[in-house]
């Protein structure tokens, strides 16, 4: 019992993670309805970017990544300015294809930057507590409680600010929320800002429980995607929900499977939502899908 | 010289992926980013039948056929999907046949592979140095370009195009268009396939880190740089890849740093052509 036990808090671990990285998959689609496939880097970014200023410039991790966050966001605000803007009337295609460009450019970069090595910000292993079983570490309570709490403050400014229900409008229909004077430019701006910092946290936190390596943006990113397409793709609600399941049943699955297929979990899961469900659990009807 | 008839070789096995991939994402609009899959399932194919004792050109053809069967079996369900979604449901595709690839070990090798594949035979002949698979690989190259042109330019062809640039309008004129997508993606696929199966007997050695998904981003590479929808261009952006992590390496540079540019490059290729010149350096239509 104390296994599955031990599963499930890793699972929950895992999934708000996934979670956080999966809104911002969600709030890009929702207002520019396309995958933004190099989210998934700004997680490995938010990552490196905290330890260069915490280890070798010796700031300490909190004012690190205190300084991170906003550097990230700034990041995505770049990406979305240089990249997707000047595509935004282009083919289906073309920004699918950008941003797979967009995420190989940031992943080589890093590979330059700071090598292809596994890094870590060598925390000292704290005394696990047990729980049913299980043992949690105060940076895995730490992982739940920011992503709850940062899912909370999110889903208030969604809900109830000004700048939230000019998201709501641009992802509802970008040229009428124009049409009233809503600068969409602006609040578009805002969205990748705001998933990109989402992002950032999730990077750190992964890397304190974990590591960091370049290539880490790549997986993550497809098990976020997949969280969010299971709680509707556009629903940020959908997202959080569905990064909580994605985490505790791939973690759950390793019982029954061996472990190499972990990893294929979340895309098993991502295929079968993707055929018999594409509006995910949330999700509201496609209108522009063609139908036969 | 053998090292230039190696990079001639791969530029013709790269040139068949490019233009069956064009044939579903530039002249179909469909973005299949699994396309590294189907590259695998004939490489391993042709293999495993031809470690079995079976002559070259029937594991050729049994690699391109079972290609070609897993592209229309994965259709069905996907392609009913939207652009994006079709996307994401290919790379998990291309992603779980590289896990069971690896994973499945008592039939693939798993991460070890398979070594030892023998080599081509032909008509009574055995193709063993690199030039005599250079003829091959490129009579099968031509061969391939002539097959997709006429295939462009026929009604077929015209409806592929259709779809690509308005499937409402297309359907409403009558045309079944997911019979044509899943034909489409059939036929890209088994081209890929028989690439695989030509690899598999070149190299003589396949792993499963031979066919990732950087590998069928790479793929894609080679099609947007060529320009999308044009198959001479898909075979000019073949060839400028692969000779391209050539002449860095004669800059003698070290791995480590020509590793990670060349991939760097490729992004920057990516970015650049679709905002800059969406139609590549060939594309016109």
Known sequence: MSLLAQLLVNGLV???????????????????????????????????????????????????????????????????????????????????????????????????????????????????????????????????????????????????????????????????????????????????????????????????????????????????????????????KGAMVGGFLIGIVENIGIWKLPAGYKDAIAFVILLGVLLFRPTGLFGEKLEEEVRQ | MAYVTNILVMACIYGVLAMSLNLTVGLTGLLNLGHAAFFAI?????????????????????????????????????????????????????????????????????????????????????????????ALSLAILLLTYLVLQRLVASPFGRVLRGIRDDELAVLALGKETMAFKLRALALGSLLAGMAGALFAHYITFIHPSSFTIGEGILILCMVVLGGMGSNLGAMLGAFILVALPESLRLLGLPWAVAGPLRQLFFGLILVVLMVRRPSGLLGGD
């Open chain 1, 14 to 236: 895992a999934g708000g993670i996934y979670a956080l990285v999966a809104v911002g998959y969600t709030m890009v689609y929702g207002v520019l309805k396309f995958i933004n496939f190099a989210h998934g880097e700004l997680v490995m970014l938010g990552a490196f970017v905290t330890y260069t200023l915490a280890v070798p410039m010796g700031l300490g991790l909190l004012p690190a990544f205190l300084l991170a966050v906003p550097l990230v966001a700034f990041v995505g605000v770049v990406i979305e300015r240089a990249a997707y803007r000047p595509l935004r009337r282009a083919s289906r295609l073309a920004p699918l294809i950008t941003a797979i460009g967009v995420s190989i450019l940031l992943q080589s970069l890093a590979i330059l930057l700071w090598g292809p090595e596994i890094r870590s910000f060598s925390i000292a292993p704290a005394k696990g507590m047990e729980f049913f079983g299980a043992t949690v570490t105060p940076v895995q309570i730490l992982i739940v409680l920011t992503s709850i709490a940062l899912m909370g403050l999110l889903h208030l400014l969604v809900e109830r600010t000004k700048m939230g229900k000019a998201m709501r409008a641009t992802a509802d229909s970008l040229e009428t929320a124009s049409v009233v004077g809503i600068d969409t430019d602006r609040v578009i701006a805002w969205v990748f800002a705001l998933g990109s910092a989402l992002a950032c946290v999730a990077g750190v936190l992964i890397a304190m429980e974990e590591n960091m390596e370049p290539t880490m943006g790549t997986l993550i990113g497809i098990k976020a995607f997949t969280a969010a397409v299971v709680g509707g793709i556009g629903n940020i």
């Open chain 2, 42 to 134: 004939g490489a391993y194919t042709s293999a495993l039948l031809a470690l079995a004792g079976v002559p070259f050109y029937a594991s050729l053809a049994a690699g391109a056929l079972a290609a070609g069967a897993a592209g229309y079996l994965i259709g069905i369900p996907t392609l009913k999907l939207r652009g994006d979604y079709l996307a994401i449901a290919t790379l998990g595709f291309a992603e779980i046949t590289r896990v069971v690839l690896k994973n499945w070990t008592p039939v693939t090798g798993g991460p070890m592979g398979l070594p030892g594949i023998p080599r081509a035979s032909l008509l009574g002949f055995r193709l063993q140095t690199p030039e005599a698979f250079l």
